[in-house]
C-alpha cells in the first residue's frame, strides 16, 4: 500500500489575497483544503473537498466549487474577492456540470433549470423570465435549444421549435421585450433575422450563419437613423460597407477587414510601396550581378 503523504503550503501570494492550501497526497490523489484571505487576513472562504483538484478552479473570477457527493455550487466573487451570488448549483461529473442543476441571475431568482451533460445544457429545461413566468420550456442538444415553446412575458406562446429548426422570437430576460426575431437552424440563428433596442426600436436587420451575422445587414442608431450598411463576416464588419454618423450624414464608405476600417486608398497606396521595393531590389539585383 502505498504510503500517505501530507504537505503545507502557501500558493499563490498576491498584494489582493492569499490563498493557503493543505494537500494530502492518497494514492496519486488529494484531499484539498482551501482558506481564501484578504489582504488583511481576514477569511474569505473556507472549503473542503475530496476530489482531484481539477474540481476546483478559478476562472474569471468564478469560483467552483465541488464537493464529496458530485453536487456543487459556483459563485460569481466581486472586486473585494467575496462571494457577490451564487451562479449555479447542481451536480457534476469530472469537474462538468453533469446531471440536473439550476442557474441563477445576481438577484437569486432562478434563470434555467434543467439537465445538463458535460457541462452543456442537454436534455429537458426550462427558463424563466425575471418574474418567475416561464420563456421556454423543452429540450436542449449541446447547449442549444433543439425541441419546444416560447413564450411571452405574459405567458402566450409565441413560438414553437422542432429539431432546432423554426422561426423564433427571443424576449430581454427582465423587461420581456422582443430582442430578436428571425429564423433558427441546428438550435441557433441561421438565415435572416432582426434586433431591438430594449425600448422597442430596431437594431439590426440582416443574414445570419451559426448563430453570428453573417452576409449582408443594417445597424441602426437608437433615433432608428441607420447606422451602417454592408456585409458581415462571423459577427463583424467584413467587406464593403458605408458607415453613418448619429444625424445621418455619411461617415465612411470602403472596405471592412475584421471589424475595422479598411481604407481602399491605403490599400493601393501599400500595393505601390510593396511594388517599389519589389522594383527596387530587382533593379539592385540587375546593377550588382550585370
Known amino acids: 500500500m502505498a504510503e500517505n503523504k501530507e504537505q503545507k503550503g502557501i500558493l499563490n501570494i498576491k498584494s489582493q489575497f492569499i490563498i493557503k492550501e493543505l494537500f494530502s497526497y492518497i494514492y496519486k490523489k488529494r484531499i484539498l483544503d482551501i482558506i481564501i484571505y ?41 472586486n473585494n474577492l467575496k462571494i457577490d451570488y451564487l451562479l449555479f448549483e447542481g451536480e457534476y461529473k469530472k469537474g462538468k456540470r453533469n446531471g440536473k442543476g439550476k442557474e441563477y441571475d445576481p438577484n437569486g431568482k432562478i434563470r434555467f433549470e434543467g439537465e445538463y451533460l458535460n457541462g452543456k445544457r442537454n436534455g429537458k ?79 439590426f436587420e440582416g443574414e445570419y450563419l451559426n448563430g453570428e451575422r453573417n452576409g449582408k445587414g443594417k ?16 459577427g463583424k464588419r467584413n467587406g464593403k460597407g458605408k ?14 477587414k475584421n471589424g475595422e476600417k479598411f481604407d481602399i486608398w491605403f490599400k493601393l497606396l501599400l500595393k505601390l ?9 530587382n533593379l539592385d539585383y540587375f546593377i550588382k550581378y550585370n
Open 125 to 203: 429545461g426550462k427558463e424563466f423570465y425575471f418574474n418567475g413566468k416561464k420563456q421556454f420550456e423543452g429540450s436542449y442538444f449541446n447547449g442549444k435549444k433543439w425541441d419546444g415553446i416560447g413564450y411571452k412575458k405574459n405567458s402566450e406562446i409565441v413560438y414553437k421549435i422542432n429539431n432546432g429548426e423554426g422561426q423564433i422570437k427571443e424576449y430581454y430576460y427582465y423587461g420581456g421585450q422582443l430582442e430578436f426575431e428571425g429564423e433558427y437552424l441546428n438550435g441557433e440563428r441561421n438565415g435572416k433575422g432582426k434586433e431591438y433596442y430594449k425600448f422597442g426600436k430596431l437594431r
Open 38 to 78: 484578504n489582504k488583511q487576513l481576514q477569511k474569505i472562504i473556507e472549503v473542503d473537498i475530496e476530489n482531484y483538484i481539477e474540481n476546483y478552479k478559478k476562472i474569471n473570477g468564478k469560483y467552483k466549487i465541488i464537493e464529496k457527493n458530485g453536487k456543487g455550487r459556483e459563485f460569481k466573487l466581486n
Open 243 to 256: 458607415e453613418y454618423d448619429y444625424c445621418g450624414k455619411i461617415k465612411f464608405e470602403g472596405e471592412y
Open 219 to 234: 445597424e441602426y442608431y437608437d433615433n432608428g437613423n441607420l447606422q451602417y450598411v454592408g456585409e458581415y463576416l462571423n
Open 273 to 281: 510601396l510593396i511594388s517599389i521595393l519589389l522594383h527596387k531590389i
